[in-house]
T-cell receptor, first 111, second 118 residues
Framework: KQEVTQIPAALSVPEGENLVLNCSFTDSAIYNLQWFRQDPGKGLTSLLLIQSSQREQTSGRLNASLDKSSGRSTLYIAASQPGDSATYLCAVGRRTYKYIFGTGTRLKVLA | DTEVTQTPKHLVMGMTNKKSLKCEQHMGHRAMYWYKQKAKKPPELMFVYSYEKLSINESVPSRFSPECPNSSLLNLHLHALQPEDSALYLC?????????????????FGPGTRLTVL
């Protein structure tokens, strides 16, 4: 059974810091991996999608990498801002239509 | 338009009530999903519709009944719910896999319906 874990569970950093969020999965047989952001009580916003054949994806200040063989993905956020405060979720695409979500990292960026 | 809308935003119901949650998208997506999310937990998949047919049912109790009347709409009918069913219910949509591939595409989520069962 695929298990997806995110470390740390919570993170508080001062504004301007570069930071790394980690996502680990137990079964490397994945189709893709997606990073989402969720604000309190709201829906999920897709940030980046990495196909299994790709190593990384970039969008603005965000960079996500994927290492299937080691079962890891990282989300790098450059020059963090208070507006980045949210819960970040990774989700592993196992087969058609099915995503398994990670446990999430709650990020707080202090002004 | 990359928006998925959900109504109502909030819903409070008793255990004997019958209510429905609604979801709509106009992105031409032919796969639509219902997720349940408890506080401080990740979303859990409940149902998936592909081309208006039920594709996945994750062993959800029968008091939850999904319906996909057309390619843009997805409903979740609720009946005889329990207090532990209180949660945020999220709808999502995506393009289904191409004939040559079988991987999940980017999912677009709605804002959710906050359900409280008394």
């Amino acid at each position: 059974k695929q298990e997806v874990t995110q470390i740390p569970a919570a993170l508080s950093v001062p504004e301007g810091e570069n930071l790394v969020l980690n996502c680990s999965f137990t079964d490397s047989a994945i189709y893709n991996l997606q990073w989402f952001r969720q604000d309190p009580g709201k829906g999920l916003t897709s940030l980046l999608l990495i196909q299994s054949s790709q190593r990384e994806q970039t969008s603005g200040r965000l960079n996500a990498s994927l290492d299937k063989s080691s079962g890891r993905s990282t989300l790098y956020i450059a020059a963090s801002q208070p507006g980045d405060s949210a819960t970040y979720l990774c989700a592993v695409g196992r087969r058609t239509y099915k995503y398994i979500f990670g446990t999430g990292t709650r990020l707080k960026v202090l002004a | 338009d990359t928006e998925v809308t959900q109504t109502p935003k909030h819903l409070v119901m008793g255990m004997t009530n019958k209510k429905s949650l609604k979801c709509e998208q106009h992105m031409g997506h032919r796969a639509m999903y219902w997720y349940k999310q408890k506080a401080k937990k990740p979303p859990e998949l409940m149902f998936v519709y592909s081309y208006e047919k039920l594709s996945i049912n994750e062993s959800v109790p029968s008091r939850f009944s999904p319906e996909c009347p057309n390619s843009s709409l997805l409903n979740l009918h609720l009946h005889a719910l329990q207090p532990e069913d209180s949660a945020l219910y999220l709808c999502a949509s995506s393009q289904p896999p191409l004939n040559s591939g079988r991987h999940v595409d980017t999912q677009y989520f709605g804002p959710g319906t906050r359900l409280t069962v008394l």
